[in-house]
Nanobody, 122 residues
């Protein structure tokens, strides 16, 4: 089993920044692909970003390219999502995810965190 705990969410004005963290524990998570998803009210959960176990194979959803940066520190078993130039439409619950497959992390991750709320005011 893998346990994921997100932190760093909050309320920020449009144009501001937040950094989300996801602390992983359990199995050898440093060999897992990690990702971030989000779910806005009334909408389906959507992929935001993913990163391979070595820090490579990074991919982003088009709507965050150039604004968000995913990174990981395997020594700390933690993955980060730096979010800059935030917009009101970025308001959502952000979820951390983990999977052994760099492909499956995009759609059907095996493990999920409980989520952290990000609210961007206009």
């Amino acid at each position: 089993q893998v346990q994921l705990l997100e932190s760093g969410g909050g309320l920020v004005q449009a144009g501001g920044s937040l950094r989300l963290s996801c602390a992983a524990s359990g199995r050898t998570v440093n060999v897992y692909a990690m990702g971030w998803f989000r779910q806005a009210p009334g909408k389906e959960r959507e992929f935001v970003a993913r990163i391979g176990w070595s820090g490579s194979r990074i991919a982003y959803a088009d709507f965050v390219k150039g604004r968000f940066t995913i990174s990981r520190d395997n020594a700390k078993n933690t993955v980060y999502l730096q979010m800059n130039s935030l917009r009101p439409e970025d308001t959502a619950v952000y979820y951390c995810a983990a999977d052994q497959s760099i492909l499956d992390i995009l759609t059907t991750p095996d493990y999920w965190g409980q989520g952290t709320q990000v609210t961007v005011s206009s």
